[in-house]
């Protein structure tokens, strides 16, 4: 029997910091053979990245491998030289990384930083590199190869240069492709197609493939086995169907409690307490007893080793040990989608009638205007109390300018804005801030959004002061007090700095400062899509929990579908400055009628096996907004497209139930 | 006597006070005392301020001004008159170096003049020879025989007195620390000599020794020798060292503080207003910045030379009008470098504009001006630190080349550059002149050194990222 | 590219008038024609008379702004402001106090200011980039611990130490090459050798260690990342890879100096017995000759300006994404 073609046992990975040695890779194990698909699965910091750079011995500065063995195609790696390692590098086993656009040389055209591999590893220059080049371009899927080799990265779009990098792995013809967060950077439709790609070429190649990804949809539809990884150590491994049917580690189930579902809508996501620990030091009992709700004595005096379950899969827990009270596993949910309660639709607090947010576009000599980039081109909303309406689109779609202009953080360039029928954008100051006081925001970058100079409690009291609210300071005290508490944090936290908070604790932060002005309608601008699922769902939990309690309507913009499913009552999805579909969230997600809506929903990779779809493959990017085109700016991706759809932008379409649509298909 | 206060003395004790003011809010805002333990357990950075801080003792001396009174030959009742003269309390510490004036040259630690002249003896006959000094070794009746064991004697009392010091400081440091961590003293002491203590008391007590095992010996010498020589007229090399350190400690703060409110102001106005605002200071920056350094400050100093010829009478004393001189070269070398630090400013205001806290604080009305100062120059307040230590040691170098160039200081201030401009002819005299510009150049060298190591330990500490955008003073005066 | 090209001209012309204004508020409005004559006359001879002529022989006899004595245009253009300010912009640059033509004066020095600046130049460039390369390659070793060491050593002793250092050794005590002076032709080699390699010398560490930082913060990015993954060695990573990308920051700095290369060095120049610029500056600041002073602020501006164009146009050379602008 030949050699799997990868084997790690007992990888040990240690980085240099301040604070000691961190043990990024703890003691990983895994095997993958020929033609599979291996997933690795985290959240941030769990040493998954870590663990793709120590295989290819690219570990950052301060890095180095303590321990281990790694045996690719029964060849031992680690004793090999640096100018041994380099023939494997690219060669036998390639690597993509997380962010197309800072992996590529910005001063190299795509040509050349291709050649360098294929000569590298395959020996060709000139003339027949060049033709290998532009074939492997092609087979990326990159159209007018020939023509692109010449191309500067910056020339390209994310996707594309993401399949530019898939490209330079595949020169070097390599048996195991390490791919490192490949889609994460991406939008739903590119990632759709990226993966796509990953896949098709897997096969045809019948490459190994180590795929390491913090998302259990992409898991879901493109691995063959998952190993779920905590801490620096792998705490659970299976093949996929049987850890999806059923995942045993209380990490793994808690993993997916958390996602956010239609069918939890209206009832509070699972959450994970604590923090993961730090990995400085070693560990005596296993790493998850602090934040496991089964932990019990056994588990935090003695580390759990391998439990064989049966059918490849195996688990580090206690719980499934000799005197372990293994829990029931079933992770198939009960129940139907509920509609949650949802509060009856009153007035419109909140109306944009028209909004157009245009930058100008200078070029030449004078620098005159020469054309415009129509970020938001004519979106009209309504947002009643006590509701949420979600804003969808990919990155570019303008969805965040809308937010912006709504609080007139930018000028509109024509429309209107009303709250509580006064129009936002003709007040003074005076009639702005008192506007102000009843609309909020937070902010995306909870690292980004808290000034790191200021304490939490003066964070908080800023608004409450320039707004004038809450009166005296005692009064303000009391209030930044109260409001710590409403976010689940404790009052005495006031006095720390935001650098001592983790980045969940630094959302709700953000949260209590937008309320802190008691508004009415809080305008969210993807709130949690820098956080890992478990984070994400106390934050949901939380929004979920204030409206409730205080009647919040919220403007909910997003790229990810399944918060959209969870949290909103209406949807509204964008594509490129304009509104093209809207109207009730369940009928929206469960019915589309926009090509877009559709292909977007399909998208998303689903994690339950009876709903793994065909997706409907978009062709090419978004694109520009500079120059949309002509007739339906949908139409040249569109896979319903008529002659019509190419001449005239469709207009509105009432559906009934409140669902507009914008697409000659139902005109 | 009578108390004098020159503009620079002020404007030292003014940034004395604003040092103290950040020092202050440095202890109580944690990014920044923890940057500032960084500074602090770095060895190279602890060894550079301990010889910074001594530099600074000397410069702060040399800052109490006075006017002695004169000796009144008249009764009790006749008004005190005081001396045309300005005084340090340096000066008064170093009275003996000032006043023992020789007659020319004279190496270091000599008895004899350096050069021979004619001597006539009782019996009117003349001859040339080596002439003893009025004040250096005086006190030695044969020096020949003695001259040696008296050196070796003063060196060794020197030794001994600087070691003695050097272990009483030592035993203070280590009892504090002791006496703060609770641990016992020889445990402390080991810890130290590890470097295993949070500041790297091991770097400051070495530099320590280094500096008193050189100082104990120096001041014992001092005593009855030119320790490093007399130059031209007469005067010890020693004390002009000396008197230079406040000099260069002046040049390279006060610049700096004249330019600071300008650069930061127009920097983060022209960053976060943007539009006209930034056309407008963009436009004023690189216009200035577009004159060489070197001549914008001829041309500034000689215009400003002309001024102070024409308007002497504003000057009581020559004191005054060589402090004025001084002050205006802070101002004209700031003028010239400060753009470096505002066009440095503006970039990262531009950056902190955008992000999502100054985003939230307009969503809550927060004026403009408010956000500036609350949100903009707090995050920007690691990098004016950084550019102001990174600063110091270009402007001292490039007061030297002022200096000899004739567009520094005035003539008659004491400087490193006045001295190698005066000292640098001796090299071609034979036999070779050398101690006035080696007492230069090893001053001059161990203060730029240790500014440029606390620079760097600053620099790593707060923001090593910055230091591919930072690259010191940007007066353009590389000589 | 061109519009490019273009725009940055006009850019650069009311940085030019700027310039100009500056210069003529410095030497005409801060001390009047009258206090600089005073102070050329020395306190001894100033008498109104003698005043008056010295102003006179120099064209200083005229109103700053405005002429009203004047007819029609003169005005505006028989005033100082016109005569030595607004002519400046057509390298009209007068004459010296002390009578010598000043644009002769500046062709005429211009080679040997050349001679020293260019080579050191070149040759401190190719060495403080290699020498910093190489520090990168060999970074987070002793080596590279020593070199940055020595850089910051080098750095912390002052321009005029290596000058009166070396030629203190090389010319006294070795007796290679004389101290000073200048001769035409080859025979120029003898006297520019020592110059120049000091001259490099005494810029060698911040040149050395600022390169270095930016290679580092290069070395840092994720495409070195992707290289490295894709099997090339270091060398090849460091030279294809970090060096081009650098080149870009690097430029910044440099190209804006070299237009500037005609001016000489103040230091360099007045310390070797060189005929150029730069001597001719120090010559003019000791005599107080503020014509001279006034026209090499203003000519330097407009290298300054030049180098700013170079540098903007190397970048189109470098860099594709202003290329392709």
């Known amino acids: 029997m030949s050699p799997p073609l990868l084997e790690v046992r007992d990888l040990r990975a240690w980085i240099a910091s301040g604070q000691g040695a961190v043990r990024a890779v703890d003691g990983v194990c895994l095997t993958l053979n020929r033609g599979e698909t291996f997933a690795l699965v985290g959240e941030s910091g769990c040493g998954k990245s870590m663990t793709a750079l120590t295989l290819m011995r690219l570990l950052p500065e301060g890095g180095r491998i303590v321990a281990g063995e790694v045996m690719l195609e029964g060849r031992a790696l680690r004793p090999l030289s640096e100018a041994q390692m380099r023939e494997v590098r690219g060669g036998a086993m390639a690597m993509i990384f997380q962010e197309p656009a800072s992996s590529l040389n910005p001063v190299l055209n795509v040509g050349t930083q291709l050649a360098e591999v294929l000569q590298r590893h395959v020996g060709l220059r000139g003339g027949p590199a060049r033709r290998r080049a532009a074939e492997l371009l092609a087979a990326v899927g990159i159209p007018d190869a020939e023509r692109r080799l010449d191309d500067y990265p910056f020339q390209l779009s994310g996707g594309m240069k993401q399949r530019v990098m898939i490209a330079m792995a595949l020169a070097g013809e390599p048996r195991l492709l390490i791919a490192d967060e490949p889609t994460t950077a991406l939008d739903v439709t590119i990632q759709a197609q990226v993966l796509e790609l990953l896949a098709r070429l897997q096969r045809e190649r019948s490459m190994g493939m180590l795929l390491i990804t913090h998302d259990l949809g992409i898991v879901s539809q493109m691995a063959d086995r998952v190993a779920v990884m905590y801490a620096g150590e792998i705490v659970e491994e299976a093949p996929r169907d049987a850890f999806f049917a059923a995942p045993r580690h209380p990490y ?415 005109s | 006597m009578t108390p004098v206060v020159l503009w620079t003395d002020a404007l030292i004790f003014a940034l004395l006070a604003v040092a103290s003011a950040f020092g202050w809010y440095s202890r109580h805002n944690p990014l920044l005392r923890s940057a500032w333990q960084k500074v602090g357990g770095s060895r190279a950075g602890m060894a550079a301020l301990t010889l910074l801080a001594v530099f600074a003792v ?251 010829d024409t308007h002497a009478q504003w000057f009581a004393t020559a004191a005054e009008r060589a402090d004025a001189r001084l002050l205006a070269l802070c101002f004209i070398l700031g003028l010239t470098s400060w753009t470096g630090l505002c066009r440095l400013l503006r970039g990262e205001a531009l950056k902190l504009r955008e992000l999502d806290y100054v985003q939230a604080a307009q969503a809550f009305g927060v004026s403009q001006w408010r956000i500036m100062a609350r949100h903009l120059l707090p995050n920007l307040m690691h990098i004016v630190l950084i550019a102001v230590v990174m600063d110091f040691s270009a402007l001292v170098l490039a007061e030297a080349v002022l200096s000899y160039v004739g567009i520094g200081v005035d003539p008659n201030t004491f400087s490193f550059g006045t001295m190698i401009n005066a000292a640098r002819l001796e090299l071609a005299r034979e036999p070779v002149v050398w101690w006035s510009l080696v007492a230069a150049f090893v001053f001059m060298f161990v203060l730029v050194l240790a500014a440029n190591l606390f620079a760097d330990a600053v620099r790593d500490a707060f923001d090593p990222r910055i230091a591919a955008r930072v690259t010191g003073a940007d007066s353009g005066v590389k000589g | 590219m061109i519009a490019y090209i273009v725009r940055r001209i006009l850019h650069a012309l009311p940085i030019l008038i700027g310039v100009n204004l500056i210069t003529f508020a410095l030497f005409f409005v801060v001390n009047t024609p009258d206090d600089m004559a005073r102070m050329q006359l020395g306190v001894k001879r100033v008498t109104p008379d003698a005043i008056a002529k010295w102003k006179a022989d120099r064209g200083y006899d005229k109103p700053l702004l405005w002429n009203e004595q004047a007819q029609g245009s003169a005005r505006l253009t028989d005033t100082i402001f016109f005569r030595k300010s607004v002519r400046l912009f057509v390298f009209d640059f007068g004459r010296a106090d ?202 330097g501006s407009v290298l300054y300006i030049v180098g700013l164009l170079l540098t903007d146009i190397s970048y189109t050379l470098v860099d594709p994404r202003v290329r392709f602008e």
Request: hydrophobic share 45%; aromatic share 8%; charged share 20%.
């Open chain 3, 98 to 299: 002390d009578g010598r033509d000043i644009a002769r004066e500046i062709t005429t020095r211009m080679g040997p200011s050349l001679a020293i600046a260019l080579p050191t130049f070149l040759l401190g460039l190719y060495v403080t980039v290699s020498f910093a390369l190489l520090l990168v390659l060999f970074r987070a070793t002793y080596f590279d611990l020593w070199g940055v060491v020595l850089c910051v050593a080098m750095m912390s002793i002052s321009s005029l130490f290596y000058i009166i250092g070396g030629q203190y050794l090389v010319s006294k005590v070795w007796n290679l090459v004389p101290i000073s002076g200048y001769a035409e032709g080859p025979d120029a080699l003898r006297f520019l050798i020592l110059p120049v390699v000091i001259s490099i010398v005494g810029g060698v560490g911040s040149s050395t260690r600022w390169y270095r930082t930016i290679f580092l913060e290069e070395i840092g990015k994720d495409y070195v990342r992707t290289a490295r993954a894709k099997g090339l060695g270091e060398t090849v990573v460091l030279f294809r890879h970090v060096l081009r990308n650098a080149l870009i920051p690097i430029l910044t700095g440099v190209v804006v100096v070299v237009p500037l290369l005609f001016m000489g060095s103040l230091i360099t120049e007045s310390f070797f017995g060189i005929p150029g610029l730069g001597s001719d500056t120090i010559d003019a600041i000791n005599a107080q000759d503020f014509a001279v002073v006034r026209s090499m602020v203003f000519l």
């Open chain 1, 252 to 666: 793994s189930r808690k993993l997916f409690a958390a996602l956010p579902t239609a069918r939890r809508r209206g009832a509070s996501l699972e959450t994970l307490a604590g923090s993961v620990p730090a990995l400085t030091g070693e560990f005596v009992g296993c790493r998850f007893a602090g934040r496991c709700p089964d932990a019990w004595e056994r588990c935090r005096i003695e580390a759990p080793g391998w439990t064989d379950m049966g059918g490849g899969q195996r688990v580090r827990c206690h719980l499934y040990g000799a005197d372990g009270h293994a829990p029931q596993v079933r992770r198939a949910e009960q129940g139907e989608p509920t509609e949650g309660s949802v509060p009856a639709e009153g007035d419109a607090v909140l109306r944009v009638r028209d909004l157009r947010v245009h930058f100008p576009v200078r070029k030449g000599v004078l620098r005159r205007v020469v054309a415009q980039v129509r970020a938001v081109d004519g979106v009209s909303l309504d947002l009643a109390a006590g509701r949420t309406l979600a804003l969808v689109g990919e990155s570019g779609c303008g969805k965040t300018t809308v937010g912006k202009a709504v609080l007139r953080l930018i000028r509109a360039s024509g429309g209107s804005v009303s709250f509580d029928g006064r129009d936002v954008g003709s007040l003074d100051r005076a009639g702005m801030q008192a506007v102000r006081r009843q609309l909020q925001m937070v902010f995306q970058d909870p690292f980004g959004s808290l000034n790191p100079r200021m304490r939490v409690g003066e964070i908080i009291r800023e608004g409450m002061t320039a707004l004038g609210v809450a009166g005296t300071e005692n009064n303000r005290a009391e209030r930044v007090a109260q409001l710590l508490e409403s976010v689940g944090l404790a009052a005495g936290m006031r006095g720390r700095y935001p650098h001592e908070f983790s980045g969940g604790q630094r959302q709700r932060i953000a949260i209590a400062r937008a309320l802190a002005v008691s508004p009415r309608v809080v305008v969210c601008d993807e709130p949690t899509s820098a956080l890992d699922v478990s984070v994400q769902a106390q934050i949901l939990n939380l929004l979920r929990a204030l409206q409730e309690n205080l009647g919040l309507a919220y403007l909910f913009i997003t790229h990810n579908l399944a918060v959209v499913d969870y949290m909103a009552h209406e949807v509204a999805v964008m594509y490129l400055g304009r509104i093209v579909e809207r109207g009730p969230a369940v009928d929206i997600l469960r019915a589309p009628q926009h090509p877009y809506t559709e292909a977007l929903l399909k998208a998303v990779p689903q994690i339950d096996a009876e709903r793994r779809r065909p997706v409907i493959m978009l062709k090419g990017d978004m694109p520009s907004a500079v120059a949309p085109p002509a007739g339906c700016h949908f139409h040249p991706r569109c896979p319903s497209a008529f002659d019509h759809c190419r001449s005239v932008y469709p207009q509105e379409t009432v559906l009934g139930d409140g669902r507009v649509v914008r697409c000659h298909l139902h």
């Open chain 2, 58 to 308: 000397v410069g702060l001396l040399d800052s109490l001004h006075y006017r002695p009174r004169l000796e009144s030959a008249g009764g009790d009742g006749e008004r005190a008159v005081y001396s045309g003269e300005v005084l340090s309390a340096l000066d008064a510490l170093a009275t003996g170096l000032r006043s023992r004036g020789e007659k020319t040259y004279s190496a270091p630690l000599a008895t004899h003049l350096f050069a021979r002249e004619t001597v006539e003896r009782a019996d009117g006959t003349q001859f040339r020879a080596h002439p003893r000094l009025r004040h250096g070794g005086v006190h030695l009746d044969d020096p020949p025989a003695q001259h040696a064991a008296d050196l070796a004697r003063r060196f060794a009392a020197g030794a001994l007195s600087g070691a003695a010091i050097w272990m009483v400081l030592a035993g203070v440091v280590a009892l504090r620390l002791a006496r703060r961590e609770s641990v016992g003293l020889g445990v402390t002491w080991r810890r130290i000599w590890r470097g295993d203590t949070a500041v790297a008391w091991n770097a400051v007590l070495a530099t320590f020794a280094a500096l008193l095992l050189v100082a104990g010996p120096v001041i014992f010498l001092a005593d009855a020798y030119h320790v490093l020589g007399t130059d031209k007229v007469g005067q010890d090399v020693l004390y002009l060292a000396l008197k230079s350190v406040r000099t260069a400690l002046v040049i390279g703060t006060l610049t700096t503080l004249v330019m600071l409110p300008f650069a930061v102001a127009l920097g983060i106005m022209a960053g976060y207003f943007g539009g006209r605002v930034d056309d407008v200071i963009q436009y004023l920056y690189t216009t200035i910045n577009s004159i060489p350094g070197v001549l914008l400050i001829a041309a500034a100093v000689l215009m400003m030379q002309v001024f102070i």
